[in-house]
């Protein structure tokens, strides 16, 4: 192998990296949407939740060591881990009841609990440590990473899978990047899945055939505030070792609109999520060539909305390609 082909590969899998980096939170709301779309309940308070399981994995790791003094460190991680996961599923479990026991409209229950999670984690940031911006003021705890010893020195693999540093990446990123087989086996592998689909394709149908469907619905959106629950922790407890105030930063819309730019599928939502996250680290680099920050904010949803607009003149023609066929086979028979 030459010396510019090396170098290449050490040039591609260190940008490769980066864009695991940050598709990862954008991957796993990605999959919680989707699964809580295919059943019929689509969940747009991803945004939010992912705020808030982020504030409260921070928050929960560094008051841990002062409730806790002298346990090791990783308990303090963990802690934040299951208290910022547990935040988001309740979340979650609160929109489910307004959803589907008191009829509120899951559109706009969605939006009141992104606009709640953005007012409501800088309340408690305030109160809790006297600062509106971050946690800076508190110790936190990240994380653990799992590298890959075994792919050391091997061209392009090792600077993928263990990073630009060889420390390999946060433990989150790798459940993100299992989380779209993982789903696409619990989608059309198991009945569960089957009955999800069937919820979400028509609810009448799957009530006459004896299937529960609120109990389906329950699941999907408590699973989809799971997801993005761990994508939100990852920001505060893998991404950054702080909590800022917005951090996820629309992440948790633009995994919203991966899922339909990826066709409702595992696959194709792990894919618009990766390009998405390819935008947002694009965006970061141009920021070393003196490009104004207005533009590079821009380049995210711009992109997400250009996405949009073509996958939809790509349907239209699907279905018009479709109309065309059936006419003809009309006039035929």
């Known amino acids: ?11 591609f899998g260190t940008l490769l990296a980066a864009v695991l980096r940050a ?13 809580s779309d295919l059943a ?19 928050i929960a790791s560094g008051y841990a060591a002062i409730w806790f003094p002298g346990s090791p460190i ?30 509120a409209d899951i ?24 600062d509106k911006g971050s946690t800076a003021q508190l110790t936190t705890f990240m994380l653990p990473n ?30 993100a990047l299992i989380a779209a087989p993982l789903l696409a086996i619990l989608l059309y592998r198991t009945r569960f899945g089957l009955r999800l689909r069937a919820v979400g394709e028509n609810r009448e149908a799957a009530l006459a055939s004896g299937i529960s469907v609120r109990k389906i619905q329950y699941s999907a959106l408590l699973l989809s505030g799971l997801l993005a629950s761990l994508g939100g922790v990852f920001l505060s407890m893998g991404y950054l070792n702080l909590f800022q105030a917005d951090m996820t930063g629309g992440r948790g819309f633009l995994a919203l609109a991966a899922v339909f730019l990826g066709a409702r599928n595992p696959w194709g939502t792990l894919v618009a999520a990766l390009v998405f996250g390819a935008s947002t680290v694009f965006a970061a680099r141009l920021g070393a060539f003196d490009v104004p920050s207005q533009i590079i904010f821009m380049i995210p949803p711009t992109l997400t ?5 073509g996958f939809n003149i790509r349907q239209e023609r699907v279905a018009r390609r479709k109309i065309k066929q059936a006419a003809t086979q009309l006039k035929a028979a």
């Open 146 to 175: 799992i590298s890959m010893p075994f792919l050391e020195g091997v061209p392009w693999l090792d600077p993928i899978f263990n990073g630009d540093g060889g420390n390999g990446h946060n433990m989150i990123v790798y459940i």
């Open 74 to 103: 990783w308990f303090y991680a963990l802690f934040g881990l299951v208290c910022g996961v547990g935040a988001g599923v309740l979340v979650s479990g609160l929109l489910a009841v307004f959803h589907l026991e008191l009829g």
């Open 305 to 309: 909305l250009i996405a949009l607009v």
């Open 23 to 35: 598709a990862a939170p954008i991957i796993l709301a990605a999959m919680g949407g989707l699964i």
């Open 1 to 11: 192998m030459t010396f510019e082909l090396a170098a290449w590969g050490v040039t």
């Open 40 to 58: 019929g309940s689509t969940n747009v308070a991803l945004e939010g939740i992912m705020l808030i399981a982020a504030f409260f994995g921070a």
């Open 107 to 130: 559109i706009v229950a969605g939006i009141g609990v992104n606009i709640l999670a953005a007012g409501l984690t800088v309340f408690l940031l305030f109160s809790l440590t006297g």
